[in-house]
């Protein structure tokens, strides 16, 4: 970490030192975000969404945890044959939760396609608003304030071009 820190600053600095034209602008990515309603709509949806599938996840784990107490409860009185059918059950319901979460929660489950569905056209959307300014304006470069918070110590509000991208996308703060 502290090595990506040291890098990020000397490039930063060489940069600068080097390319001394170059124009540099920042925006706030989660206080674009937060000022553009649709966004936060679509947020409040994924949340929802999360939490009806955790709660399906958890009931089936649930499920398989009862079983496995009343398993506990009974493995005695059982006959190697039982033992084995409820075991077989227990590992069976396991595996149903696992492949749910999986579902749901995977790399490709649900709730990574529905991002994709209602995050990614307002992230396009934004994008594009701040590569038209970077044109309009001559940036050459456009960080984001939130995703270089480890590596930049100051900037100036001057070069904040957040509301100029709330505007573009029509939203006036």
Known sequence: ???KVIFTTLFLMTAALTVGAQKFALIDMEYITKNIP??????????????????EVEALS?????LYKQYQQSSEKLSSTQRNQREETIVAKEKEAQQLRQKYFGPEGEM??????????????????VKQLAQRYGYDIVFDRAAAENTMFFASPRI?????????LGYSK
Do not use: R, T
């Not at 904040?160 to 709330?166: F, G, Q, T």
């Open 1 to 3: 970490m502290m090595k």
């Open 160 to 168: 904040d071009i957040s509301d100029e991208v709330l505007s573009k």
């Open 62 to 66: 649930k499920e398989a945890e009862n």
């Open 112 to 129: 990574k396609k529905k991002q994709e569905a209602l995050i990614s056209p307002i992230q396009d959307k934004i994008y594009e608003a």
């Open 38 to 55: 649709e966004y936060q709509q679509a947020n409040n949806q994924l949340n929802s969404l999360s939490e009806k599938y955790q709660k």
